[in-house]
Nanobody, 122 residues
Framework: QVQLVESGGGLVQPGGSLRLSCAASGFRFAYYAIAWFRQAPGKEREAVLCISETHRTTEYRDSVKGRFTISRDNAQNTASLQMNSLKPEETAVYYC???????????????WGQGTQVTVSS
């Protein structure tokens, strides 16, 4: 059974940092791309970053350039999203998703975690 479990969300002040983790099981993690999405209240789910099976990264949001970093550890079946200099408008539920390739459209991905809430507020 494919399972993705996010952790690491929480409340952080503007300018602060969080590191999200995505723990995977039930599939051959090393052969899949892992993407991070986010969904703010009343908005559509949007892709943030993706890392391919070859560790190639794709940024989908110019606004996170230089602040967010995606990584993966195939030995541990985990992926991470390091988020620095967080902004209030980045408050959202953050999701990890897995499929064979990196794609921006949420509809492409068959496997999703349950999400973790990130709140950026003073």
């Amino acid at each position: 059974q494919v399972q993705l479990v996010e952790s690491g969300g929480g409340l952080v002040q503007p300018g602060g940092s969080l590191r999200l983790s995505c723990a995977a099981s039930g599939f051959r993690f090393a052969y899949y791309a892992i993407a991070w999405f986010r969904q703010a209240p009343g908005k559509e789910r949007e892709a943030v970053l993706c890392i391919s099976e070859t560790h190639r990264t794709t940024e989908y949001r110019d606004s996170v350039k230089g602040r967010f970093t995606i990584s993966r550890d195939n030995a541990q079946n985990t992926a991470s999203l390091q988020m620095n200099s967080l902004k209030p408008e980045e408050t959202a539920v953050y999701y990890c998703a897995a499929d064979y390739y990196c794609r921006e459209q949420p509809s492409y991905y068959d496997h999703w975690g349950q999400g973790t809430q990130v709140t950026v507020s003073s």
